[in-house]
């Protein structure tokens, strides 16, 4: 084994579409399938069968367009959930067609896509959900290989963010990137009130003026002080205050927006970043216009799927559904209805016609993007996604 030199600890675009990205076993099964020469196709299906993370009981399907890039020219079939669905244990939300033999060592890259990607946009919808309405920003890219800053972006972004902070992530998504001022460049110099001025001077008047008001001083007064040296010219003042020094934020943020008003500054908003989580921001939003949040999202635990054989055709070409154990056998679909909300798992080709509740008609929601590894549809944009995900998420049930 050689040890790769002059380069980061990644896969190239070649790996991983060469299959060489895959766990070992995959491989072998390989060689041992090639050796006997045997060659059947079968139906895999990717679900989520035990729970998601964190006591959450629904998540956001994201990384499908990888996917397709990764199988695409490939000898498969694809049918899926549309991205950005929200979906719920049990609950297909992919399925692949195709030889075991030649699709075995894409299984690890197909879950890798899906799983993390989906991760970071249920916790950036749970999220934006909680904060119900002011927008929350993605800050998280530092707290991951750079590698894959563009994918935790995107993810994040299809979630329900406003925007993103790294370069490129605004470049895949084509927005623009979003950021104030770091703490660097007031302790170089010396003081907010200064980093400001020269903000305002020599940055575009397109870019939101949001000043970072904690880096020497009280939050109070230093909100002040930046307020009436620009008079007034400032969007929103950021309160980033560290964990040593936090003590209520709640009440910090409380005492900042009393100021702002008493002296005549309503229209100053307050944005709040450091350490915050879907569980702070519900009685933040008291106070809060706008969130920036790092950790939280970028390093969100991955939802949990897995790929199964589901049926394997016959000589005769009829399929036979066959599972291991834990696994339900059969190709599956899922149908939703827009009206009630209510949610059926049926069995592949045998979907119900109309909702049982309402009787409303309603249409399998696993669509074929892949035709013997050829595009059959065209894909929505990241904009067009993050529509779907907050449209769904404006709903009660999900």
């Known amino acids: 084994m050689t040890l790769r030199k002059n380069s980061f600890h990644m896969a190239s675009s070649e790996e991983i579409k060469s299959g060489h990205v895959t766990d070992i076993y995959f491989q072998r099964a390989r060689q041992i399938l090639q050796k006997k020469n045997i060659d059947k196709r079968v139906r895999l299906e990717v679900t989520l069968k035990k729970r998601f993370p964190e006591g959450w009981d629904w998540g956001v399907l994201c990384g499908l367009e990888e996917v397709i890039t990764l199988l695409q020219d490939l000898p498969v079939d694809l049918w899926a959930l549309p991205e950005g669905t929200i979906v719920h244990v049990h609950e297909p939300v992919l399925m692949v067609e195709a030889s075991y033999q030649k699709f075995s060592v894409y299984e690890t890259a197909v879950l890798g ?27 998280g890219v530092r707290r991951v290989h750079p590698a894959i800053a563009p994918m935790v972006e995107r993810a994040a972004y299809i979630g329900g963010c406003a925007g993103v902070s790294s370069v490129v992530g605004a470049e895949l998504l084509g927005i623009e990137p979003f950021g104030t001022i770091p ?7 010396e003081d907010s009130t200064t980093a400001s001025l020269m903000f305002d001077e020599v940055i575009e008047k397109t870019v939101p ?21 620009l008079k007034g010219n400032i969007d929103a003042v950021r309160l980033d205050t560290p964990s040593s020094r936090r003590g209520d934020m709640l009440e910090i943020a409380r ?4 100021e702002l008003d008493t002296h005549g500054y ?31 999202i970028s390093n ?11 049926e394997i055709r016959q000589s005769d070409g009829q399929w036979e559904p066959t599972a291991k154990r834990g696994t339900r056998s059969g190709a599956k679909q899922l149908c939703i209805c827009d009206k009630c909300g ?36 065209a894909l929505p944009t990241a904009q067009e996604i993050r529509a779907y995900v907050l449209e769904q998420l404006s709903r009660h049930t999900l």
């Open 113 to 139: 896509l899906l799983c993390q990607a989906s991760g970071i946009a249920t916790k950036a919808a749970r999220c934006v959900k909680a904060a119900q309405g002011r927008p929350i920003y993605s800050y």
């Open 183 to 189: 703490h660097a460049l007031i302790l170089i110099l």
């Open 209 to 229: 003026r949001i000043v970072l008001i904690d880096t020497f001083g009280d939050e109070k007064f230093e909100a002040l002080e930046n307020a009436e040296l």
């Open 255 to 258: 005492e900042v927006r009393w």
């Open 266 to 296: 309503e229209n100053i908003k307050i944005f709040i970043s450091g350490g915050i989580d879907e569980d702070v921001i519900p009685q933040l939003n008291e106070v809060a216009d706008a969130y920036g949040i790092g950790t939280a």
């Open 300 to 310: 969100a635990r991955v939802c949990d799927f897995a790929m199964d054989i589901v």
């Open 342 to 377: 209510r949610r059926e798992v049926s069995r592949w080709g045998r979907e119900p016609r109309q909702c049982p509740k309402c009787l409303t008609p309603w249409e399998p929601r696993l669509k074929q993007y892949l035709d013997n590894g050829k595009l059959t549809q």
